[in-house]
């Protein structure tokens, strides 16, 4: 990533209010130039709201837009450094796939198109299909040939709007790994719309998630994944195990918490929430970072791990892994994810089994939060007010 800022886009305060609802609450945000930049979150949160002010297709209640050192706040979208890829292709299909690409160079009045349009129709892997009509291509090279005629604009930044959507599941996932690849190739901050957390994960370098119209949490996807600093994102950004804990005592950088009449220990640093002795934390932990031993062997578990009590209530052979769900004294629905290596047979509904786990893998948040949040039920599905 480059320091030089002149392809970044920056939100100052930016908000949007539709009468009495506020889409986005005032914000401030930063697309380093050059980077692959998702805005991530459900329905209703925002973020298509947010990526339509940054491409001027919607007016700021409040709030300046800046791509690079340029503001462009007021200025209409045909005269900002952005184009935008939306989910439906928008192509035309009584031109080939050629003139679909040329199409914003011809409107310029430029003559001579033919090596840009093969060299971008080359760049995403289409050059065969040059006289092709878009009925005769897949969804997935339609969406690359809207990549196409976007890019040989020249773009400061490429905005995509859940550009994958429309797609299989298979195909999707090629396309993520395509995009990521074009924009590796062409070094332009693309700004990606989505609600699919694999999606964001795959391919961004920096992932914005949104709630309410609010940034919860910015960083890499793993910094998101493995440190979350709320219970939404805990939930939103795969799967979390909660636990209502009570803070014990302190051992060096450790904090001794007290859950289901047992003892926790996580690391201070891994902590985002007051740990006053005698309060409240929530203690987290990831579903594939826990053993589970059968409890006839509890006896071998190493020393020094957290360690809980349960009782298996379903389990879910997935291929890879089998997923178990544990009613135990602390979560009444426990999950663990354990790798199909060496199964133990005896893992099955009814077994009763101890829950371990690394004490580093452990991150604690502010129990003033719902447990809920982000989950699947929790999450809004009313379609944003600027769709």
Partial sequence: ???????????????????????????????????????????????????????????PSAGTVFLGDQEVTRLPPYKRPVNTVFQSYALFPHLDIFENVAFGLRRRGIKSVKKQVEEMLDL???????????????GGQQQRVAVARALINHPKVLLLDEPLGALDLKLRRQMQLELKRIQTEVGITFVHVTHDQEEAMTMADTVAVMNAGRVEQLGSPADLYE????????????????????VDSRSGDEIVLKAGGGKLVLPEARC?????????????VRPEK???????????????????????????????????????????DFEVYAQNIDRDTRLVPGADVVLHWNPAHTFGLDATQSLLAGTVGSVGIEEEAAV
């Fill in 1 to 59: 990533m480059t320091n030089d800022t002149s392809g970044d886009v920056r939100l100052s305060g930016i908000s949007k209010a539709y009468g009495s609802f506020t889409a986005v609450h005032p914000l401030d945000l930063t697309v380093p130039q050059g980077s692959f930049f998702a805005l991530l979150g459900a329905s209703g949160c925002g973020k298509t709201t947010t990526l339509r002010m940054i491409a001027g297709l919607e007016e």
């Fill in 124 to 138: 995403v892997q289409l050059g065969e299909q040059a006289r092709k009509k878009p009925h005769q291509l897949s």
């Fill in 227 to 246: 440190n979350p600093r709320t219970t939404f994102v805990a939930n939103f950004l795969g799967t979390s195990n909660l636990i209502e804990a009570d």
């Fill in 272 to 284: 985002s929430a007051p740990t006053t002795t005698g309060g409240k934390v929530l203690v987290g």
């Fill in 290 to 332: 826990i053993s589970l031993t059968h409890a006839h062997d509890a006896g071998e578990i190493p020393a020094g791990r957290n360690r809980i009590t349960g009782k298996i209530a379903d389990s879910r052979f997935i291929g890879v892994s089998t997923q178990y769900v544990v009613d135990s004294p602390v979560c009444p």
